[in-house]
């Protein structure tokens, strides 16, 4: 069992950066893959990037150069680095953790999400 509790989220002006945190509890969060998916108003779900257990990322074309996803398992926490944010990203970000190996873009294999945080970027 994992849950997972996501914080950073808020209000910032484009070609600004905030950094996403997802906390993880569960002793064995280190061997979970993360990804980070987001949602806007009206659209559906969309995959971020992921960062497997072994800390390779896999990123989407929207973010690619953007964003960026670390992890510190010792602090059971993983980071979403948003740079050059546009308004195009505002969304509710969701991380969340699967065991599926290798690390995937698809939902489905996602078992524990958190709650979210609110993104908006402003023009």
């Known amino acids: 069992q994992v849950q997972l509790v996501e914080s950073g989220g808020g209000l910032v002006q484009a070609r600004g950066s905030l950094r996403l945190s997802c906390a993880a509890s569960?002793?064995?969060?280190?061997?979970?893959?993360i990804g980070w998916f987001r949602q806007a108003p009206g659209k559906e779900r969309e995959f971020v990037g992921v960062?497997?257990?072994?800390?390779?990322?896999t990123y989407a074309d929207a973010v690619k150069g953007r964003f960026i996803i670390s992890r510190d398992d010792a602090k059971n926490t993983v980071y979403l680095q948003m740079n050059s944010l546009k308004p195009e990203d505002t969304a509710v970000y969701y991380c969340?953790?699967?065991?599926?190996?290798?690390?995937?873009?698809?939902?489905?294999?996602?078992?524990?999400w958190g709650q979210g945080t609110q993104v908006t970027v402003s023009s």
């Open positions: 960062i497997s257990w072994s800390g390779a990322r």
């Open positions: 569960g002793r064995t969060f280190s061997s979970y893959s």
């Open positions: 969340a953790a699967s065991r599926l190996w290798p690390s995937t873009p698809e939902m489905k294999w996602y078992n524990y």
